[in-house]
């Protein structure tokens, strides 16, 4: 895929932030201020101080609407969602290095809260991929009981399951018994 670390590391928040909704089929992830701190640790989110209620809300509102620019039915609603998105945030773009990483850009304004830290970098992020064409590469899982989304990274777009490991295991150990049985 033609993104750089940034974008691919912000993609995958993305992802993961959308996963932790019971919408995608699983348990809610993100359901309190632990999960909201595990969360910031895992995906190494830096400049986030005092979690609060507040928090957690902006977190999960911001978790819906993604998911709605992930599902959009064609790339136009997409583009209105996302816009939609951008345009209730605070976008400052800023060089910056910091813990060991190399130069690289924050678009979330100085004193964000952790809701519109996640909204500016992540949504500026899915706008690039908007703009370079790759709407078709958001997805959703094709197994049956399974909404989860991805972003599709393979070369020819032709990802159709969230997690090889999990998702596409499971689809190619059925089709494997489908034909035993056949
Ligand atoms: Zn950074
Ligand atoms: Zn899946």
Known sequence: MPFGHDM????????????????????????????????????????VRGLGAADLAQVRALRDAFHKVFTAP????????LNTLLSETRITPRLTEHDGHALHVHYFAPGASLGEHLAADLGVALA??????????????????????????SRNRSRVY?????????????????????
């Open 8 to 47: 691919v590391h912000s993609l995958a928040t993305a992802v993961d932030l959308v996963n932790t909704s019971p919408a995608t089929g699983g348990e809610d992830r993100l359901d309190d201020l632990e999960k909201l701190a595990e969360f910031v640790d895992r995906w190494q989110i830096s400049g």
């Open 74 to 81: 064609d790339q136009a609603t997409a583009v209105i969602r």
């Open 128 to 153: 690039h991929l908007l703009v370079e064409g790759e709407w078709e590469r958001l997805r959703t899982c094709s197994a049956p009981d399974c909404e989860r989304v991805f972003v599709d990274e």
């Open 162 to 182: 969230c997690d090889s490991r999990t998702c596409g295991n499971r689809m190619h150990v059925a089709a494997y018994r489908a034909r035993r049985r056949a």
